[in-house]
């Protein structure tokens, strides 16, 4: 679908396999799974339906020196056109 096309360009998003570097601790994470999703924004203001916009969620595995791919801390977060918290977060390394 194109949306997710979009998200991915526009926001740099990485591939399964890359790997990011936290900006705030500085730890290396690998990108294990993306998926496209629908994520749940703000209702409408006006009528209070429940709206949702195409989404990519990152699975992110902690490297770690020793440890099997897979095996220790993961954590995912789905990212839309409409935030950056990608680019606030994470520097692409590989």
């Known amino acids: 679908m194109k949306d997710f ?3 991915i360009r526009e926001k740099g998003l990485p ?9 705030k601790y500085g730890t290396v994470w ?3 799974e993306k998926k496209e999703i ?3 924004i703000l209702p409408d203001p006006q ?5 949702m916009v195409p989404a990519i969620y990152l699975m ?3 490297v770690k020196e020793g440890e099997r ?14 935030d950056n918290t990608f680019a606030l977060n994470w520097d692409l390394i590989s």
């Open 38 to 40: 629908w994520a749940n």
């Open 69 to 82: 791919p897979g095996v220790g801390r993961m954590m995912g977060y789905e990212y839309t056109l409409y």
């Open 15 to 23: 591939e399964v396999g890359q790997e990011v570097r936290s900006k």
């Open 47 to 51: 009528s209070g339906e429940t709206r």
């Open 5 to 7: 096309d979009n998200i």
């Open 60 to 62: 992110f595995w902690r």
């Open 30 to 32: 690998r990108v294990m």
